[in-house]
Structures are given as C-alpha cells and as structure tokens.
C-alpha cells in the first residue's frame, strides 16, 4: 500500500466515507466513547494487532472509556491510504465491540 501523500481530491473522497472522521491539518482524528473501560481496551488490543499487521500505528488517548485515535504517516508528512485504511479498520472494531 502506497505512503505517498493523497492529494486533495483523494483526501475529499475518502473521507466522505469516513463521517465519524475529522480533518485537523496533516492528520485525521476520531473521537468514540465505548460501553466501559474494559470493552475500551479490548478496542484498543483490536486496533494493535491490525495495525501491526499493517505496519502503520495510530497515536491512541485512552481516558476512562472514551478513546480518541489519531491517524497520520510520519514518514510522508501527512495522509497516505494506509491512514484510511486504518480508520476503516477502526470504525469496525468499534462497531464489533458496540
Ligand atoms: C519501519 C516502519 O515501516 C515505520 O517505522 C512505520 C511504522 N509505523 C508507522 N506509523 C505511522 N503512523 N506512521 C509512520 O510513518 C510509520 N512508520
């Protein structure tokens, strides 16, 4: 999968299906509170292993049962596909814990 930088059109369509996402700068962010701390850190273990295999690793804020990941490439200097398909990845391992 490709870590160059999307261009603006590219960033526009995919994060039209990515609603629960926002745009701030060179990163996008998501922000869901879960049913209780413990279902937050079985997300939480759900997302590492992904992004493991993915090689590519969100920055996570845990507090209590509300977490927020932050996506973004470090090495490209911005957003690249696999930041989108880490939030896709994301949005269902919420949906499966919801
Ligand atoms: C060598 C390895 O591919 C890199 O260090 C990866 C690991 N995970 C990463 N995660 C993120 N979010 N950005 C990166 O640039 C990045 N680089």
Redesign the pocket.
């Known amino acids: 999968m490709s870590r160059d930088r999307l261009n603006e059109e590219q960033l526009a369509n995919a994060l039209a299906e990515l609603p629960e996402w926002t745009r701030t700068g060179d990163a996008i962010t998501r922000t869901a509170e879960t049913a209780s701390f413990p279902t937050a850190i079985k997300v939480v273990d759900a997302v590492a292993e992904q992004a493991e295999a993915l ?4 920055d996570i804020d845990i507090r209590w049962r509300t977490l927020t990941f932050l ?6 200097g911005g957003l690249t596909s696999l930041d989108i398909t880490l939030a896709h990845l994301i949005d269902r391992a919420l949906d499966a814990a919801a």
Do not use: R, V, Y
Not at 55 to 58: A, I, N, Q, R, V
């Open positions: 090689d590519h690793h969100p996506l973004t490439t470090h090495s490209a």
